[in-house]
């Protein structure tokens, strides 16, 4: 049998976390076995729906990486995919019920159907709801419809139970005496109404071949009704699978109160794609119980739906920071900064276009803070003393109290120009990277950098501050507030060779005028 999954969003919202997950799961059963992931769009409920929402959902599971091989905008063998373009294939569904007596029109007005409710409020056992027409003859309910009574049309459910094996939860029984004759077609709209989300999710499942369903554990209830359509439109259902509930804090269903809840919100955050994929990966699956870390190729080659767990998965918001850092120590530099720059330009530090035009440079410069950061989103803050104005970086008052500490600043500040100038855009064999990683170490820096290698500058530096007599901190504290306005941060050879010979030496002439005063 080959394998057809889908994932069915109603177009009302974002990518909520849940959705996400249940996505990725249906997606790595497909693709680790060779089979079909379906985008199949429930627009059913016109007063909820959009087209942004539509748009911002087909983003959000794109942004992880989770294409789908037939969908509204791909096409594919079994469209339409938008739901609202099938309904005549529902109304024809609904009309081959109504012969074969397996739905009836019920003719029952809403003041009856809420005396009924409120009956059952009173009652100690809830009854299910059978209608009142279920077996009103059938020549006498097709001519109250043709006069134009209304009608809603419901599930005829017979005594009995329902037993179904879920590929999570194992054997499922679900008493028919829990289960409402449910309405298929609504009511409201004019005779007929507009159909419902159980009956139109079973036509369609079936219309596009679908072999297992994968979702929520809240569809749970759903499914025994789902269950009996199928045997009633004589058909196979597929199997089932339901994914445990995402719990947020005090062990509730993950909502707004627990932070972000939408994938949106993590892109927006500087998370990785492929670490938010690897989080939800593991809300209710593992991988062999000991890595935590893994790649999307080893997820679709090892997850089978049978191997998720029943019980609720806990959102650890500490570990989800965690493997975020993790992606971005793993990553390359050149993706890494390929994925900050967005963020950088965002900050309003400086332009798409003259990132790309020092790509050399920025790619020092990501790799400078590979280590430290754990989101793209915390670039622009460590970085932006380098593209501040030289005569204006900003000090931070930790950084300022440091360098004036020091009596000799001014004397230190002019020496260290003069040395730094007696390089004087040598552009030599040393103007390295500022990093060693990745391949980085070694490309010219291109921006003004025109100073021997970090490690080199270091040398020499320290052979000049000896034979001043000059200890680190009367060095480094009034240098590191002049070329960055920062207490602490990067390596100060690296940050010059960053910045160039002429923008480290405009800095220490600024910095001689501004820490002049006391
Ligand atoms: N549109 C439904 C939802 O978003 C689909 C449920 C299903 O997968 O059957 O919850």
């Keep these: 049998m080959s394998i057809r999954v889908r994932i069915a969003p109603s177009p009302t919202g974002t990518v909520h976390l849940g959705l996400a997950r249940t996505a990725l799961f249906n997606w790595a059963f497909a693709r680790g076995s060779g089979g ?16 942004e929402s539509q748009a911002a959902i087909m983003d959000g599971l794109a942004w992880l990486g989770l294409d789908w091989d037939e969908g509204p905008d791909v096409g594919g063998p079994c469209g339409p995919y938008l739901q609202s373009e099938r309904l005549a294939s529902h109304l024809e569904a609904a009309e081959r019920l109504l012969a074969s007596g397996h739905v009836y029109r019920d003719f029952s007005t809403a003041d ?13 056992q809830r009854r299910a709801y059978r209608g009142r027409d279920r077996d009103l003859a059938p020549e006498i309910s097709a001519a109250r419809a043709a006069a134009g009574e209304e009608f809603a049309v419901r599930f005829r459910i017979d005594e009995g139970q329902s037993t179904f094996t879920d590929m999570v939860r194992g054997t499922v029984t679900i008493p028919h005496a829990e289960i409402d004759d449910w309405v298929i077609l609504r009511r409201s709209g004019g005779p ?49 699978g339901h994914l445990p509930l995402m719990l947020g804090s005090g062990g509730k269903k993950l909502s707004k109160r627990d932070g972000h809840t939408s994938v949106g919100d993590y892109r927006d955050l500087g998370y990785p794609p492929e ?31 049978r191997a998720v767990s029943k019980a609720g998965a806990v959102f650890d918001q500490d570990k989800f920071m965690w493997l975020a850092g993790e992606y971005i120590r793993a990553a390359s530099v050149a993706e890494l900064a390929q994925r900050c720059a967005p963020f950088v330009v965002a900050a309003g530090l400086t332009t798409a276009d003259d990132l790309a035009s020092r790509a050399d440079w920025w790619r020092a410069v990501v790799a400078q803070e590979q280590e430290r950061i754990r989101l793209y989103s915390e670039i622009p803050e460590r970085v932006a003393y380098l593209f501040a104005d030289d005569e204006a970086v900003p000090y931070a008052p930790k950084a300022e109290k440091n360098a004036r500490r020091h009596e000799s600043r001014l004397d230190t500040l002019a020496a260290f120009a003069d040395f730094i100038a007696s390089f004087g855009g040598a552009g030599g064999a040393g103007v390295a990277g500022a990093a060693g990683a990745d391949g980085v170490g070694g490309a010219a820096v291109a921006g003004g950098a025109d100073l021997p290698a970090p490690a080199e500058l270091s040398d020499a530096t320290k052979a000049w501050m000896a034979e001043r007599e000059l200890p680190f901190p009367a060095f480094g504290q009034p240098v590191r507030c002049a070329l960055t306005g920062l207490p602490g941060g990067p390596d100060l050879f ?12 405009a800095r220490l002439a600024a910095a001689g005028a501004r820490l002049s005063t006391d």
């Design 36 to 51: 079909s992931f379906i985008l199949r769009v429930e627009d059913t409920d016109k007063s909820r729906n959009s087209a």
């Design 494 to 505: 690296e940050t010059m060779v960053l910045l160039g010979s002429q923008k480290t030496l």
């Design 275 to 305: 670490a938010v994929v690897n989080f939800l990966a593991l809300q209710g699956w593992a991988l062999d119980g000991e890595r935590e870390v893994f790649s999307v190729a080893e997820l679709q080659a090892a997850f089978d739906p």
């Design 192 to 240: 007929g109404g507009g159909p419902t989300y159980n009956f139109v999710v079973v036509c369609d499942d079936l219309a596009m071949g679908i072999s297992h369903v994968l979702r929520g554990e809240e569809h749970l209830v759903n499914t025994p009704k789902q269950l009996l359509l199928y045997e009633a439109l004589d058909s196979a259902p597929p199997l089932f």
């Design 112 to 124: 009856e159907l809420d005396a009924w409710r409120a009956e059952q409020e009173g009652a100690k």
